[in-house]
């Protein structure tokens, strides 16, 4: 059922047109399609981390924040060191992960960013996908012709 429920929200993503990839790890495309993907990672967020609507409700102000936090850091233009950036990303996910535990619980806390990164996997998966079968498809036209 997992299994069934994974396919289904990935097939969503046959209407977001994602035509390059996202220049950094942490930041999604804009506009309608970034909007599509955007409410997918809220709704596979809230089933993997099991959030009662009270929990959603003191989480995603909160996550909201973090990931404002990480993608001034990665984004950060006098920044220059990635090493650097990094371990700033790290410490940023070390300070909201007390902050999660302490709404969700430790477990869940923790969770959160395994979930996030699961989540970036399994788009990044889908596009390259995608990608192998657009070519597949302009070279077996090629081919016909």
Do not use: C
């Amino acid at each position: 059922m997992k299994l069934f429920s994974i396919t289904s929200m990935l097939s969503m993503l046959l209407f977001v047109s994602l035509g390059t990839r996202a220049q950094q790890q942490e930041e999604l495309p804009r506009g309608k399609a970034g909007e599509k993907l955007q409410a997918m990672e809220v709704a596979y967020l809230t089933r993997e981390l099991n959030l009662s609507p009270e929990d959603a409700q003191k989480f995603w102000p909160v996550f909201n924040k973090y990931r404002q936090e990480v993608k001034a850091t990665i984004t950060d233009p006098d920044m220059t060191d990635p090493l650097e950036r990094q371990q700033k990303v790290l410490n940023i996910r070390k300070q909201y992960r007390n902050d999660f535990s302490r709404i969700l619980n430790a477990d869940r806390g923790n969770h959160v960013f395994s979930a996030e990164d699961q989540f970036r996997q399994l788009v990044r998966r889908e596009f390259m996908r995608r990608q192998f079968e657009k070519r597949e498809s302009l070279g077996q036209r090629k081919r016909d012709h």
